[in-house]
């Protein structure tokens, strides 16, 4: 609700210096109009330094699916974000990404997960890059708990295959355990092994 636009210009400057090409966004105002206002002002100032706003679908956020995310961006220049975990645990599965205009996907965002949404999950005293504490399930497993792909039971080929081959894919794969078991290195290599 507090979001203003003008504030993020820097931010926008700064990716545009580093190359980057995209903007992650994810919404947490429960006003609709108000969110869909924010993310066109959004879009269109980071489309002047050469950035897309994408909208990230989050089950625990007030953009839930992918159904709420078209909504917010409206006619905006913003894109949409696909990550299979949130695919799974918002009920949208890949019907739902099969009928998305291409156009409007920014890029995939990969990891892996149980196919059943986790329940008791351990709060991290610590979550990755200074987040605030999570308070339920589904925003620790996003948060501190994914898989590498392939580790998990989502359908990562079947989802990979139906989008364009040219899409960019990032890896989304914060995984506390996992890191602190391995150490970085490692835990880097298992994730890019589990892309390739």
Same mark, same amino acid.
């Given at each position: 609700?507090?979001?203003?636009?003008?504030?993020?210009?820097?931010?926008?400057?700064?990716?545009?210096? %580093?190359?980057?090409?995209?903007?992650? =966004?994810?919404?947490?105002?429960?006003?609709?109009?108000?969110?869909?206002?924010? =993310?066109?002002?959004?879009?269109? +100032?980071?489309?002047?330094? $050469?950035?897309? +706003?994408? %909208?990230?679908?989050?089950?625990?956020?007030?953009?839930? !699916? +992918?159904?709420?995310?078209?909504?917010? #961006?409206?006619?905006?220049?913003?894109?949409?974000?696909?990550?299979?975990?949130?695919?799974?645990?918002?009920?949208?599965? %890949?019907?739902?990404?099969?009928?998305?205009?291409?156009?409007?996907?920014?890029?995939?965002?990969?990891?892996? =997960?149980?196919?059943?949404?986790?329940? $008791?999950?351990?709060?991290?005293?610590? #979550?990755?890059? !200074?987040?605030?504490? *999570?308070?339920?399930?589904?925003?620790?497993?996003?948060?501190? *708990?994914?898989?590498?792909?392939?580790?998990?039971?989502?359908?990562?080929?079947? #989802?990979?295959?139906?989008?364009? =081959?040219?899409?960019?894919?990032?890896?989304?794969?914060? !995984?506390?355990?996992?890191?602190?078991?391995?150490?970085?290195?490692?835990? +880097?290599?298992?994730?890019?092994?589990?892309?390739?």
């Amino acid at each position: 609700a507090g979001t203003r636009p003008e504030a993020f210009r820097p931010l926008f400057e700064t990716g545009a210096a %580093l190359g980057a090409r995209f903007v992650n =966004a994810i919404a947490f105002d429960p006003e609709p109009a108000r969110a869909g206002d924010n =993310a066109a002002a959004l879009a269109g +100032l980071a489309a002047q330094h $050469g950035l897309r +706003l994408s %909208l990230e679908a989050i089950p625990y956020s007030t953009v839930r !699916n +992918l159904d709420e995310a078209v909504a917010v #961006l409206g006619s905006s220049t913003g894109g949409l974000i696909i990550d299979p975990l949130h695919l799974q645990r918002s009920g949208d599965g %890949l019907s739902r990404v099969r009928v998305l205009d291409p156009d409007r996907v920014s890029y995939l965002q990969l990891c892996d =997960a149980p196919g059943a949404a986790p329940s $008791g999950l351990t709060r991290p005293a610590r #979550l990755p890059r !200074n987040q605030a504490g *999570a308070d339920d399930d589904l925003a620790i497993e996003a948060r501190a *708990a994914r898989l590498v792909p392939g580790d998990g039971e989502l359908p990562l080929t079947d #989802l990979t295959a139906m989008l364009p =081959a040219d899409l960019p894919v990032s890896a989304e794969v914060p !995984n506390l355990a996992l890191r602190e078991e391995l150490g970085t290195q490692e835990f +880097l290599h298992r994730i890019r092994g589990g892309i390739d």
